[in-house]
Nanobody, 122 residues
Framework: QVQLVESGGGLVQTGGSLRLSCAAS????????MGWFRQAPGKEREFVAV????????IYTDSVKGRFTISRDNAKNTVYLQMNSLKPEDTAIYYC???????????????WGQGTQVTVSS
C-alpha cells in the first residue's frame, strides 16, 4: 500500500502563494494517477486537481483554474500543488490522493494522505 505525506500548508494573506507537496512511499508512484482534494469546515471534501501518470494531462476544478498548478516528479515520488493568488475561500485542509482510474470523484481514489491545513486571511 502506498503511503502519502503532505506538507507545505500554512497561513498566508489574500493574494499570496503556497506550494503543497505530497511525498509517496514505494516504488510504484509513477503507476498512479494523483489528485488533490480539499475540505473546508462544515463542507464536503471536494476535488481540486488531478494529474496523469506521466504528468501530461491535468484537470482543475473551475474555481482554481489559472491560479493553481498540479505537477509531479516521478523520480522523487512527489506530487505538488502550486497555489497562487490565494483567496479566503481557498481555506481548507488539503489532501493528496492516488488511484488507478482517471477521474475527479473521491470514490476513484484508493489511498489518501493525512492532509495539510491551508488558511488564507483576508
Amino acid at each position: 500500500q502506498v503511503q502519502l505525506v503532505e506538507s507545505g500548508g500554512g497561513l498566508v494573506q489574500t493574494g499570496g502563494s503556497l506550494r503543497l507537496s505530497c511525498a509517496a512511499s514505494g516504488r510504484t508512484f509513477s503507476s498512479y494517477i494523483m489528485g488533490w482534494f480539499r475540505q473546508a469546515p462544515g463542507k464536503e471534501r471536494e476535488f481540486v486537481a488531478v494529474i496523469s501518470r506521466s504528468g501530461g494531462m491535468t484537470i482543475y476544478t473551475d474555481s482554481v483554474k489559472g491560479r493553481f498548478t498540479i505537477s509531479r516528479d516521478n523520480a522523487k515520488n512527489t506530487v505538488y500543488l502550486q497555489m497562487n493568488s490565494l483567496k479566503p475561500e481557498d481555506t481548507a485542509i488539503y489532501y493528496c490522493a492516488g488511484g488507478s482510474v482517471w477521474g475527479t470523484q473521491r470514490r476513484l481514489y484508493d489511498f489518501w494522505g493525512q492532509g495539510t491545513q491551508v488558511t488564507v486571511s483576508s
